[in-house]
Structure formats: C-alpha cells, structure tokens
C-alpha cells in the first residue's frame, strides 16, 4: 500500500507538473504579446472642447501644408511643445518622454505616450497614436507608422529635434531625406489671427489682476512665495472663468523678487524673504492657463518709501519703456527699437545697465519652451513689424549690489498690432512711481 500511495502522488506531481509548463508557456505567449504591442490607438471618451475654432486650425494647417509642398515635403514631424499645441491644440507632459505631431497633407497626427490614457486624443485637433514603454524606440516606431516608408523629404524643427533622435528617424525612414522648417514655422506663429489676439486680451487681463492682487498682498513681513501663491490663484481663478473647458488649468506662475539682490534678474525664483520697507520689488506674473499661451505683467514696487537713488533709475527706465511704447508700430524694423533705445540710454548715463533686449513676439511660449526669435527687439533682429504681431515692451536696468539704487528695474506690457495697422497696448495695470510705491 505504500508503495502504490507513493506511485500515486508522484502521478499527481507529474500532472501537476505538465499543467504548470502548460500554464507557463500559456503565460509567456501572453506576456510576449503584451511586451510586442508597440503602439495603439486610443479613444477614451469623447473630444474635448478646442482652444479655437476647426477653421483657426485648418487656416494653420492650410499654411503648413503650402510649405511642405513648396519644399517637397510628405510628412513634417514636430517635437516641440509650441508646434504641437500650435497646429493641434495638443501641450503635452514630457517627464522624460518624447512626443511628436505627424503633419501630412491629408493628416495630422499627435504621438503619445500610454502613460497619458487617452487625454492627448481628446485634445489633438486630428488623430493620436499611443506608444508603449515595453520596448526601445516604441517611439520611432510609433512615428514611422503614421509616416510609412517616405520618399519625400521629412520637415522638422532643427532648433529642437535632439541629434539621437534625427538618428533614429534617419535610421528608421532611410528613403526620406530630413529638412529643417523651425524658421519657416516660427515665422508663421508670429502672425496672430483674430482669435488669437482674443485670448491674448484674456492674458493681459489675468495678469493685470495677479498686478493687483500683488499690490494688495504686499505687507512688511510677508514672504515672496506668498504674496507669489496669491497672484496665482486669481489668475486662474479669471482663466477658469473666461474659457471654461476650452483650455486645460496649468502653469500660470509668479516671481517676486525683493530687495536689491533678489531683483538682479529676470527670472530669479521665489524664496522665503519677507518684505521691509524701502524694499524695492519686481512683480513677474505669467497666466499661461491658455493651452501654451503667454502672457505676462511685470512692474516695479517699492514698499513703503523709495529712496533718490532708486527713483533717479526707476524713473529714467520708466521713461525709455515710454518712448518703447510709442516706437511700436507697422514699418519699423525691430533693430531700429533698440537702437533708439540704446541713444537714449547712452544720453542718460545708463546703457551699461542695460541687461537683455527690449521686447519679445507672444503666442504659445513660456519658461521651458517657444518664442518666435525673429521677433526680438535687439539690435541684430532686422524684422520688420507687421499687423498680426504681439509683443512686448520691456526695458530693465540693472544696478550691482553695493551701489546706491542698487536693484533691478523693469516694466513689462504686451502691443497688439491689428490687422487694420493701429497699435493697442492691452496692458492696464499702471507703472511708475505715481502708481506703485506700496503704502505700509
């Protein structure tokens, strides 16, 4: 009996044994399966509102495709934040992953990552491809895919596109030949359309609130980051209220920079330093809650009382943002800006004080992607200002630690140059010392 008892089990073990090899070579086809599923296509629920119309898109599209025509290009393949959402509405979340926007002339594809579900579809202005994580270069695959095996030229952004992946793209589509169009496109952002100046004035007007909310926030011994999570919140608050669904609630930021050290820089980032008086400070508030659309107020306080050395510099850069002001118009070249500005600094005694350039194009940039570099109030920018353009006036003048005046002075505002030629500055919140010194 034992001996059968024994023959028994080992009967059992074996079954056991031929299921389990069974179950696992059942698992490993699964699993196999699952690993070699480089890409998909995702629809989960239904299209998400849009920033602008169907036809403010195929207007942009309808330029591209021109281009690539022109240029004998069958496919373009953007990897920036700015020209994704700019010709599909789609801003996307990196955290380390890559994602494209497949233009052809029939096409327009966003290429996603599956860490972000379905979302990218909802808001692509076009169709979406999903790629996977299992395997290296799901995403170039995922790309050649929309793109098939090209002969035509390719177009990128050069200005972006890493070495790696021009590469792999080279590597993956080897009868194609790639083409840079960054400059070609940037030069088509910089002319807005009415809809755009639309939510450019929805901007301006956030951030002449976050200007009041900051002015009303400024207390001796309140923190920057305080006074900075104010400014935000309002901010939002106004562009949740203005486009409701049609823009996702993200990245409106705020510095404050007190005192004279602080203040050296543009884009110094908040810290725990409370405000005293006689303290001078720079506001920068950016509501960018407009899927990748900027705009910005920055404006000098000073707390309680200014001293003459601060207002003799505060003073002075309020005058060349004036002049600034009046020389934006159709006709005149950027370069010519600043060059009067430049005289007018050099007859002041300031123009070592000078930092960056005068003024920069809107649209869809911000502190990690866009701006429209043939658009640049500097001396070796020669464009010549157009209806359609949107930039800004902002002059600063910086005084090292140690002298008297010391700090960082500059006004910021945004011109709207319409279509029938006029000039609008869609800026409200005031300037200058008449406006800005900040009762204790």
């Not at 630690?401 to 910021?412: F, K, L, N, T, V």
């Not at 030629?421 to 919140?429: A, C, L, Q």
Request: proline share 3%; charged share 25%.
């Amino acid at each position: 009996m034992a001996v059968s008892s024994c023959f028994r089990q080992l009967s059992k073990i074996s079954s056991c044994s031929r299921l389990a090899t069974r179950s696992l070579a059942t698992n490993n086809e699964q699993i196999s399966k699952f690993l070699n599923t480089r890409h998909l296509r995702l629809q989960n629920g239904e299209k998400s509102p849009l920033l602008f119309s169907p036809q403010e898109y195929e207007r942009r599209l309808a330029n591209l495709r021109k281009l690539m025509a022109e240029k004998n290009i069958g496919a373009a393949v953007f990897t920036s934040i700015h020209n994704i959402a700019y010709f599909s509405n789609y801003v996307y979340c990196s955290m380390g992953r890559p994602y494209a926007l497949v233009v052809t002339q029939d096409t327009q594809t966003s290429v996603s990552a599956l860490v972000d579900g379905g979302q990218p579809w909802r808001r692509t202005y076009g169709e979406n491809i999903v790629y996977t994580d299992w395997k290296k270069d799901n995403y170039i695959d995922a790309i050649k895919e929309v793109v098939g095996d090209m002969k035509d030229n390719i177009g990128v952004e050069m200005d972006h596109m890493n070495m790696l992946t021009h590469s792999k793209l080279s590597t993956a589509i080897p009868t194609a030949s790639i083409i840079d169009i960054s400059q070609e496109t940037g030069e088509q952002r910089m002319i807005k359309s009415d809809e755009e100046i639309a939510i450019t004035k929805i901007g301006a007007a956030a951030a002449d609130l976050g200007g009041e909310v900051c002015k009303a926030t400024i207390k001796e011994g309140v923190e920057e980051w305080q006074i900075a999570r104010e400014v935000v919140n309002a901010m939002t608050e106004y562009m949740a209220k203005n486009l409701d669904d049609r823009a996702e609630i993200m990245d409106a930021w705020a510095w404050i920079q007190s005192g004279s050290m602080n203040s050296d820089g543009c884009h110094n980032p908040l810290t725990r330093r409370k405000i005293k008086k006689g303290d001078i400070i720079m506001l920068n508030c950016f509501p960018e809650s407009m899927q990748g659309y900027y705009n910005a107020l920055e404006r000098v306080f000073f707390f309680d009382h200014v001293d003459s050395a601060s207002l003799k510099y505060w003073e002075a850069n309020c005058a060349v943002h004036k002049r600034g002001l009046e020389l934006i118009k159709p006709g005149v070249k950027c370069s010519e800006i600043a060059d009067e500005l430049n005289e007018m600094l050099l007859d002041m005694g300031m123009l070592e004080y000078r930092t960056f350039g005068y003024g920069h194009s809107f649209g869809i940039i911000s502190h990690y992607y866009g701006r429209e570099p043939g658009l640049e109030l500097r001396e070796d920018v020669h464009t010549v200002i157009q209806p359609g353009m949107v930039l800004s006036m902002e002059p600063m003048l910086w005084i090292p630690e140690g002298q008297p005046g010391a700090g960082g002075y500059r006004e910021h505002d945004c011109l709207v140059v319409h279509h029938d030629g006029s000039v609008e500055n869609v800026t409200k919140f005031p300037f200058g010392p008449e406006h800005n010194i900040v009762a204790a």
